[in-house]
């Protein structure tokens, strides 16, 4: 498993370019869902709304980023306060459910009824922050099971 994981951070390493790395926190998500999600951020695009793929610091399997400023994608997170609550609020892109939760500086997105939750941190500069959701949602529907349906 360690292995799987330190060779997916390698391939960020490789596929990573643009200015400096981008600092994401990583989870420590229990070792099935690293390695769901191993799988799912290696599948990501090379791009994301014209944004080239940039390298993460710490480097790590579970998470990646594009542009400037950076779109922040993580995987293995923990469902976001609020979320329990609004099933009910989830909206569709390309197929995929997403949680939108407003802050500051953009919107975070959090996938809603997958096996692993995936979050896409969008800044503000690239409103209507949803649109980057499209260019992820491929990567999504093969990587991540559909466990409930957005309502």
């Known amino acids: 498993m360690r292995a799987a994981i330190a060779l997916g951070g390698a391939t960020l390493l490789m ?3 643009g200015p400096d790395p981008v600092k ?24 994301v709304l014209d944004g080239k793929r940039r390298k993460t610091e710490p480097s790590s399997a579970l998470t990646t980023a594009y542009g400037d400023p950076p779109i ?61 959701l499209t260019d992820v949602s491929d990567a999504v529907k093969a990587h991540n099971t559909l466990i409930t349906p957005c309502t």
């Open 15 to 17: 596929a990573g370019c």
């Open 24 to 47: 994401i926190a990583v989870p420590e998500p229990a070792p099935e869902v690293a390695q769901v999600c191993t799988g799912l951020i290696q599948a990501m695009p090379a791009k």
């Open 72 to 132: 922040e994608v993580t995987c293995g997170v923990t469902p976001p306060a609020g979320m329990a609550e609004a099933q009910s609020q989830c909206f569709e892109v390309n197929g995929v459910g997403w949680f939108a939760k407003e802050v500051t500086n953009g919107v975070i997105f959090t996938t809603i009824g997958r096996e692993v939750y995936l979050e896409v941190a969008v800044p503000a500069k690239y409103t209507p922050e949803a649109n980057a």
